[in-house]
């Protein structure tokens, strides 16, 4: 499996756009991009469309 990255910001609980990049590992880039939305959406308490990905890449290896 390859590893990908999640760029984007979510809606903050004090009225801000609050950034935020993710690294995981996942088969494809759609996979990487429903974890990246449950992940903040179960650790910040926010809907999905107070999320906004901005990018989803391939992350070149080391």
């Known amino acids: ?18 950034p935020f990049t993710k690294t995981h590992e996942a088969e494809s880039g759609e996979m990487v991009r429903e974890w990246a939305l449950s ?16 990018s989803v890449r391939e992350a070149k290896p080391d």
């Open 1 to 18: 499996m390859a590893m990908w990255t999640v760029t984007g910001s979510f809606y903050a609980r004090r009225g801000y756009w609050q």
């Open 39 to 54: 992940e903040i959406g179960g650790c910040h308490h926010v809907k999905r469309h107070q999320i906004r990905i901005e």
